[in-house]
């Protein structure tokens, strides 16, 4: 079983719709999460992080943890085709010394104008 | 404010070589993460320094190393290059180890290697 695991897509939303992208992670005592956007040949950006269970928003994105289910979410809204790229989920496992991130191999998304 | 920086931005070395990637953290930051990212992949993590130690390590054979300096600037070292070392390599940088510090990432250095 992947530590991290993502639908690899491509999602494929109109413009202006709500893109809905999700992870799910198998290490229980996982302590914080993030999404990162990554265009083809740059490197990941950060777009969202989250610690604790429930909805965090930031402009058109909104991320929603439930640590119960081992699920992270990434919604955007009001998708336009510069959202288009691939998303990656990354988790810090619990437990060792220092904050490595496991990524999953992320899901590419396209917006359709 | 200066960004995570990494050089060079390209390189290519034939099997057997050995190559240094160089890191520069962003302003402000101490702590230096590598990563390897394969095509169409996600990130891999290499190691993590932080004062100058290698304070985590994945899963990756001892032909990697690092090494941090006193300035948080930071080297990779690939020893006997393998084809399957070709991948876009990924330093990150934050303000300490605790789990709610987030890493930014530097524009990556691509090696082919033939």
């Known amino acids: 079983q992947k530590e991290v695991e993502q639908n690899s897509g491509p999602l494929s939303v109109p413009e202006g719709a709500i893109a809905s992208l999700n992870c799910t992670y198998s290490?229980?005592?996982?302590?914080?999460f993030f999404w990162y956007r990554q265009y083809s040949g740059k490197s990941p950006e950060l777009i969202m992080f989250i610690y604790s269970n429930g909805d965090k928003e930031d402009g058109r994105f909104t991320a929603q943890l439930n640590k119960a289910s081992q699920y992270v979410s990434l919604l955007i809204r009001d998708s336009q085709p510069s959202d288009s790229a691939t998303y990656l989920c990354a988790v810090n496992p619990k437990g060792e010394y220092g904050n490595k991130l496991v990524f999953g191999a992320g899901t590419i998304l396209r917006v359709k104008s | 404010d200066a960004g995570v920086t990494q050089s060079p931005t390209h390189l290519i070395k034939t099997r057997g070589q050995q190559v240094t990637l160089r890191c520069s953290p962003k302003?402000?930051?101490?702590?230096v993460s590598w990563y390897q990212q394969a095509l169409g992949q996600g990130p891999q993590f290499i190691f993590q320094y932080y004062e100058e130690e290698e304070r985590q390590r994945g899963n990756f054979p001892d032909r990697f190393s690092g090494h941090q300096f006193p300035n948080y600037s930071s080297e990779l070292n690939v020893n006997a290059l393998l084809l399957g070392d070709s991948a876009l390599y990924l330093c990150?940088?934050?303000?300490?180890?605790?789990?709610?510090?987030?890493?930014?990432f530097g524009p990556g250095t691509r090696l082919l290697v033939l």
């Open positions: 290490d229980r005592g996982s302590q914080s």
């Open positions: 990150a940088s934050s303000t300490g180890t605790g789990y709610q510090e987030t890493q930014y």
């Open positions: 302003s402000g930051h101490d702590t």
